[in-house]
């Protein structure tokens, strides 16, 4: 039998053992959508996926269907919007309003809908819906800010009521403009806020929204806003959605009084802090 000599055997354990403290290699952390309010995240598309072309349907219309995150307003619709402070033309006393409320007054934190053209850190979609007549409907779908109520987007040709009845999603009604998606909504009620700030408007609120994707993991939204109850003049901004990757959907959330998302599982309320929610009974 062959020996091995000890001073080599000494030497692969003295390798193996360098080896093995070497620290591992280090792993990138997916990329995700923070947001300052309560540090909640939804992964988005890495790179590679999200540069990938527009992905479209049987009829040759880009496919938007998602799920996104982003794409609208949460803290600050001003700076989020891509305006400078003080550029968004509040009237004196739609200001003095929004300077008067309070973060957790927010109507859409006690199981209202959030509506347009708000968004938070959890993932939404459009449902692009086809019948025997073609595309008829879009409709919009959140995992939370929806407060049980789906937004939907006429595409048939129907014209505004010419009296609608003031809702929390108003009356919407959509074309395509080539690969842009152009939704025309009206009729709105005036208890929604346009960001946590307290941003306010008044049922004149009329709305135009310009999706378009530009690549897979891109979709971008110019937002105009018409509300001479509210504004000075109309407002034009501009958001960006970011594509959550391939294989994640929007989960089931039910928006319920005093609802503590997770204290069944002994997470703590991260909400203690701005008044939310009941403390948990100490043993």
């Known amino acids: ?21 070497e620290p591992a290699p280090r792993q990138e952390p997916p990329v995700r959508l923070t947001t300052g309010l309560a540090g ?33 307003s949460n803290d600050d619709i001003e700076r989020e919007g891509g305006l400078k402070p003080g550029e968004l033309p509040l009237l004196p006393w739609a200001r003095k309003l929004r300077e008067s409320r309070r973060e957790e007054d927010e109507p859409y934190l006690y199981c209202t809908p959030m509506s347009v053209p708000r968004s938070n ?18 409709f919009v779908v959140h995992e939370n800010g929806d407060a049980g109520s789906v937004r939907q987007i006429f595409m048939d040709g129907r014209p505004h009521p010419a009296d609608p009845l003031p809702t929390w ?3 919407s009604i959509g074309v395509w403009e080539g690969d842009t998606l152009v939704i025309d909504t009206v009729g709105y009620n005036d ?21 378009t994707r530009i690549n897979y993991g891109t979709m971008t939204h110019d937002f105009t806003i018409d509300d001479p109850g509210a504004f000075s003049r109309p407002v034009q901004l501009r958001f960006t959605a970011r594509a959550v990757p391939p294989g994640h959907e929007i989960l089931e959330f039910i928006c319920a009084e005093n609802n503590q998302y997770g204290v069944a599982a002994g997470i703590e309320n991260i909400y203690r802090e701005k008044g939310f929610g009941l403390e948990k009974p100490q043993p």
């Open 121 to 138: 850190p959890y993932p939404w979609r459009f449902v692009q819906s086809y019948t025997a007549q073609g595309p008829t409907h879009i």
């Open 40 to 72: 909640e995240f939804t992964p988005l598309a890495p790179p590679e996926i999200a540069s990938r072309p527009v992905p479209r349907l049987h009829d040759g219309r880009p496919d938007i269907s998602g799920p996104w995150v982003g794409g609208g």
């Open 1 to 21: 039998m062959r020996k091995i000599p000890l001073l080599v055997v000494a030497g692969l354990v003295l390798t193996l053992l360098a080896r093995a403290q």
């Open 169 to 171: 999603w108003g009356h």
């Open 191 to 211: 208890k929604f806020w346009f960001d946590s700030h307290g941003t306010p408007h008044t049922e004149q609120l009329h709305t135009i929204e310009r999706w």
